[in-house]
């Protein structure tokens, strides 16, 4: 608990240099941080160790809404906006980017070549499981719960459980039985 302390004066100094750094939030040692002055951490955000955050281009920004949780070694990157929503919690080891690389042109080195922006965003109140790979062009609604290792890309509905490499919807919340029913792999119900 002691450590904690520490890590909220640390995001006390940082606080000047972000876009927005919400108090009572705090931030463990991070590994990097580019483009420091367009990532906005609104209120009662908890960061843990080597997160690395990095905003790249003019008009790009990365927003982490209130009460987030981020676990250790996670890795955001976005060449727009890309909006983490409130209440989401994301395990350690996870990648979150709207970027992709062109690989297109031939004996040019793929880090030389254009990038491709997608629209990606995480929605309110959703569960990222460690190690998952949350891709360019994916778009997480409401309370969305994403298994261990997955690797997603594409647009996913509300209270939905997802898993696999490429991710697919297993399960999704049922209004009308009120549980967590399994699914087709294209989100309807069984």
Not at 23 to 33: D, E, F, R
Not at 40 to 63: A, D, H, M, Q, W
Not at 107 to 127: A, P, V
Not at 128 to 146: D, E, M, N, R
């Amino acid at each position: 608990m002691l450590i904690k302390y520490f890590w909220a004066l640390r995001a006390l100094i940082y606080k000047p240099f972000f876009g927005e750094f919400g108090i009572p939030s705090y931030m463990g040692n991070p590994t990097a941080l580019s483009g420091i002055n367009k990532i906005f951490i609104k209120k009662r955000v908890r960061i843990y160790p080597n997160v690395r955050l990095e905003v790249y281009g003019e008009n790009s920004t990365l927003v982490i809404n209130e009460d987030v949780s981020i676990g250790q070694n996670v890795h955001i990157t976005s060449g727009d906006k890309l909006v983490i929503g409130a209440s989401s919690t994301i395990l350690a080891n996870v990648f979150i980017t709207n970027i992709d690389h062109d690989y297109t042109e031939i004996d040019k080195h793929i880090l030389k070549q254009k990038l491709i922006i997608k629209k990606t965003i995480i929605g309110e109140n959703c569960f990222i499981g460690i190690g998952a790979a949350i891709q360019a062009g994916t778009i997480l609604g409401k309370q969305c719960v994403v298994g261990a290792n997955s690797v997603v890309k594409g647009v996913f509905p509300d209270y939905c459980v997802i898993v696999g490499s490429p991710a697919r919807i297993v399960k999704k919340y049922n209004f009308e039985t009120k549980t967590w029913e399994k699914t087709n792999p294209n989100g309807t119900f069984k």
